[in-house]
């Protein structure tokens, strides 16, 4: 019975990609379409040199939503099964023709949480994200997989084999953020309360991503709280279809800057402690637990928690890893205006955040700058603060950064503080 349509995921290399279709003879049996999502660097499929299946169908992808094209292209297909093979990946010589069985499961998960075999039917109710909703290509499966109940997921090893395996430092940060979709919820359920506090403005490439992290966490925020300064781009109407009246609240004002925007949303927060969250950034998928073991013993003088931060350069369609960041330990306000910005993440205790009035406003450039080190200055004259080393934050660098284009603006700052 033909009940298979493989999905071939865009391959760098020809050579591989005719390897992972060769593969699939094993099991032709079964196979009722091929879809080949093809990458414009590798050269046409040779229709003669697979001429034992039925139908390839190739569809390019350059510049294309992956996501959003498996998407539409699973709406009109009748087979029961999708299988998705992926870059490097072939099946073992291991499988026939009667290995692909879910029984009365949805998704068959592979070692490397990509999923080998999913249910036509399932992945129509259960869409995958857009390319503006996860931080890397490589993310894509990973992170559905995330929001899929493990009771509906069987696993098996020794299904899949790869060509060739990078160990890059690139592929490695990569791979070690993908592992921790599928960590369990290890939080306490006594444990503070936390907050995601965003201000975005005019990040419609980007804001998606930070948002859609919030919430594909293993222990979930209290509340994710998102204000819109004013953008004149498409990010707002993005956000909007994200908020749900409760755990999630979306706003919009007048464009007048981070201070202001992030004030605005001080009085809806109810939780213990408040995480920053910029539009271009985005957390691990651990964050929130972390964040909540760290807070679970805070002495009370303490009124910001913070650890490190994992840099990433965006190039042209794809994310490169730089470096982590390591934060170091702050004691006094000489130390803090000497420190090395940005200091982060930010997590405030919500009572003291409050009780200063918030993000001050200060007349160097109308407020529009700075924000994050006007709060610390104004916080450390009467508080302690507390580095601890955990990694859960990813900084992107890209070209409309707004501290990036505003260094020279730093020393004229500083002088205003001083």
């Not at 294309?64 to 010589?93: A, C, M, R, V, W």
């Not at 992170?143 to 592929?171: C, H, P």
């Not at 918030?358 to 302690?384: C, H, K, M, T």
């Not at 409309?400 to 020393?411: E, F, G, M, R, V």
């Amino acid at each position: 019975m033909k009940d298979i349509t493989a999905v071939l995921m865009p391959y760098s290399s020809k050579a591989i990609l005719n390897k992972a279709i060769f593969s699939l003879k094993k099991i032709n049996a079964r196979i009722k379409s091929v879809i080949v999502l093809q990458d414009p660097n590798t050269s046409s499929i040779s229709m003669s040199e697979h001429d034992w299946l039925d139908e390839i169908k190739p569809i390019p992808v350059n510049g294309k939503d992956i996501g959003e094209t498996i998407n539409h292209t699973i709406q009109p297909i009748d087979s029961t099964y999708l299988l998705f093979l992926q870059d490097n990946e072939y099946l073992s010589p291991a499988v026939h023709v009667n290995s692909l069985n879910l029984a009365t499961k949805q998704v068959l998960e592979t070692p490397h949480h990509q999923p080998l075999l999913v249910r036509t039917s399932f992945l129509r109710k259960h869409k995958l994200l857009s390319r503006l909703q996860v931080p890397f290509k490589e993310a894509l499966f990973p992170a559905w997989l995330s929001n899929v109940d493990r009771s509906l997921i069987t696993f098996e090893e020794g299904l899949i084999k790869q060509a060739r395996k990078s160990n890059s430092t690139n592929t490695i940060h990569k791979q070690k953020m993908i592992q921790k979709y599928q960590l369990e919820n290890q939080v306490e359920p006594r444990s503070p309360t936390v907050s995601l506090l965003l201000s975005n403005y005019n990040m419609e490439n980007y804001v998606e991503i930070a948002v859609a992290s919030c919430l594909l966490q293993n222990a979930q925020p209290d509340q994710l709280l998102i204000m819109d300064d004013g953008s004149s781009d498409h990010s707002y109407h993005q956000l909007q279809k994200w908020r749900d009246g409760e755990k999630v609240q979306v706003f919009h004002k007048k464009n007048g800057g981070k201070a202001r925007a992030l004030n605005q949303l001080l009085p809806y927060v109810t939780s213990d402690f408040i995480l920053e969250l910029d539009a271009d950034d985005w957390l691990d998928p651990d964050a929130i637990s972390v964040i909540k073991k760290q807070l679970s013993d805070l002495p009370e003088d303490i009124v910001l928690l913070y650890g490190n931060l994992k840099k990433w350069k965006q190039a042209k369609g794809d994310l490169l890893f730089k470096r982590i960041a390591m934060g170091k330990k702050v004691k006094d306000r000489a130390e803090l205006l000497a420190y090395r910005f940005p200091l982060g993440p930010r997590i405030y205790r919500t009572s003291s955040l409050k009780k200063i009035g918030g993000f001050p406003v200060i007349a160097f450039e109308n407020g529009r700058l700075y924000e994050d080190v006007s709060v610390l200055n104004r916080l450390i004259r009467d508080w302690q603060f507390l580095y601890c080393d955990f990694t859960v934050y990813n900084v992107r660098e890209h070209e409309n950064s707004i501290t990036k284009n505003n260094l020279a603006n730093w020393k004229a700052f500083l002088k205003t503080l001083k």
